[in-house]
């Protein structure tokens, strides 16, 4: 199924029945008196998480969704039906912002979460609420309200401890293959991965954390080059990023380096947030690299990159350096305490 993380929508919610001015009339009761009921309460809208769904598709092809009207009052006390709800389902961790006022009004970070995206209006009132001593037949009555309308932006932005970065064939997918139960389609051409790919990574019995697969980033995405930079987003909610390289690249012409330092510009171009985040650097590929070449192969690149933060060096193929790399991790989400938020 396709992937879409963002939707526009308008939610529309019930409008309030009109009250009745209605007049008992019954055989052998004379000036039976203001029988008009109340219109009915107009339905709410609802957003609901829900884990079974990881797309916003059906939000990109249906935009308008409104709740039911209450119904009119009627006469002989008869109260209008309240219109009812409706509930719209979507993926954890939806952000749902209103267009008009920029304001986040709901973020479903947990399946179930339930919030108000749209309030029903009232119902107006009968006649039978106009009584009194000086006016025992009251005409009057009110209508019932409008229900609320807003444009609601909702974006998916996925729930993972950690998210990978990297340019394409980097081996991003193979990494997260070779530490969680994700199975993510692995390639040797640019652009395998398309949408995200959650994997939950087990350190040891309830030890665990979500790591997130994204599409590979090339110089130029902010400018749309590839598959753009969108996609970025879903790192934002990620307590570390782990920068994978492909140390050495088939094609002789590419440099490691300049590579890496595309993927940190493109970062920074998209949110300045994600780039100070504590991001990792990951080597991969240093099965392809022969023992006694690759120590001045990693030497050289962290040298012309300029790198002092965290650095591995793994093989994503035959898992070298993987484990080591996870308990780190660990360790670190442990003490930032992140840990308990993406482990599901
Ligand atoms: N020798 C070797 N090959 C690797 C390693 N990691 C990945 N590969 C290969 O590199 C190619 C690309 O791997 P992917 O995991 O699909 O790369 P990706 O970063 O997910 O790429 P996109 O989804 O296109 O962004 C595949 O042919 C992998 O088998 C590694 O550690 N060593
Ligand atoms: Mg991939």
Request: proline share 4%; aromatic share 8%; charged share 25%.
């Amino acid at each position: 199924m396709k992937f879409i993380d963002e939707a526009n929508i308008n939610v529309i919610a019930g409008d309030g029945g009109d009250g009745s001015a209605s007049m008992r009339r019954e055989k052998f009761i004379p000036f039976g008196g203001p029988d008009g009921g109340d219109g009915g309460h107009g339905g709410n809208v609802y957003a609901v998480a829900d884990r079974n769904i990881n797309t916003l598709i059906d939000y990109h092809y249906t935009k308008k969704y409104q709740a039911r009207n209450g119904k009119d009052g009627r006469g002989s006390d008869c109260y209008g039906k309240k219109g009812d709800n409706i509930t719209l389902r979507m993926p954890v961790g939806t952000v749902i912002t209103d267009i008009d006022t920029n304001e986040v009004i709901a973020d479903l970070t947990k399946h179930n979460q339930r919030m108000l995206l749209a309030k029903g209006a009232v119902g107006g009132l009968g006649n039978l609420h106009f009584k009194s001593s000086t006016n025992r037949a009251p005409r009057k009555k009110t209508e019932g309200k409008l229900g609320e309308r807003r444009i609601l932006k909702l974006e998916l932005k996925v729930l993972a401890d950690v998210g990978l970065l990297g340019m394409p064939n980097a081996g991003k997918s193979t990494f997260i293959t070779a530490v969680s139960n994700a199975k993510p389609k692995i390639a040797n051409y640019p652009f395998t991965t398309l949408a995200p790919n959650l994997g939950v990574v087990r350190i040891g019995p309830e030890k665990s954390f979500v790591v997130a697969d994204l599409p590979g980033l090339i110089g130029g995405a902010a400018e749309g080059a590839g598959l753009g930079h969108q996609f970025l987003r879903h790192l934002q909610r990620s307590g570390i990023l782990l920068h994978i390289v492909d140390l050495i690249p088939f094609d002789d012409g590419v440099d490691p380096v300049m590579e890496a330092s595309a993927i940190v510009n493109e970062l920074r171009k998209y949110d300045e947030a994600l780039y100070r985040k504590p991001r990792w650097l990951v080597l991969n590929k240093i099965d392809m690299s022969p023992k006694n070449e690759r120590e001045a192969r990693v030497t050289d690149f962290v040298e012309r990159f300029g790198w002092h933060g965290p650095m591995f060096q793994v093989s994503a193929l035959t898992g070298l350096g993987c484990k080591n790399l996870c308990y780190a991790v660990y360790a670190y989400l442990l003490k930032t305490g992140l840990a308990e938020r993406g482990a599901a």
